[in-house]
């Protein structure tokens, strides 16, 4: 079984009473509670990171091109799906 390795972290007395109070109500140790949240954070931020290299690229791909879509017309899309009507999206141009 793969073992990890330690790391420190410094928290203020309010924080690790805090911790320590969740811990218990949860019947969990304060371990456990400080790998859970790493882990949904490093989630999180992972998404909102793919997110931002996504936009980088889409926009970087408009510049080259020129092609695009308004709003107005990918609201209407929207709205269509929202309505369950299977639409296809607006066609790029221009």
């Known amino acids: 079984m793969p073992t ?3 790391t420190t972290i ?3 007395p309010q924080t690790k009473a805090r911790l320590r109070r969740l ?3 949860r019947r ?5 509670l400080m790998k859970e949240a790493v882990g949904q954070y490093l989630e ?5 990171e793919q997110l931002r290299q996504d936009s980088l690229a889409a926009w970087r791909e408009y ?3 020129g092609l695009h879509a308004t709003g107005e017309e ?3 899309w929207l709205g269509k799906l ?3 009507e299977n639409s296809p999206p607006p066609r790029a141009h221009r």
């Open 10 to 12: 410094k928290l203020d």
């Open 44 to 48: 999180r931020e992972e998404q909102r």
């Open 28 to 32: 969990r140790s304060a371990h456990w």
């Open 82 to 84: 929202a309505e369950g």
């Open 63 to 65: 510049e080259a091109s």
């Open 74 to 76: 990918v609201d209407q």
């Open 23 to 25: 811990a218990a109500a």
């Open 4 to 6: 990890g390795s330690t």
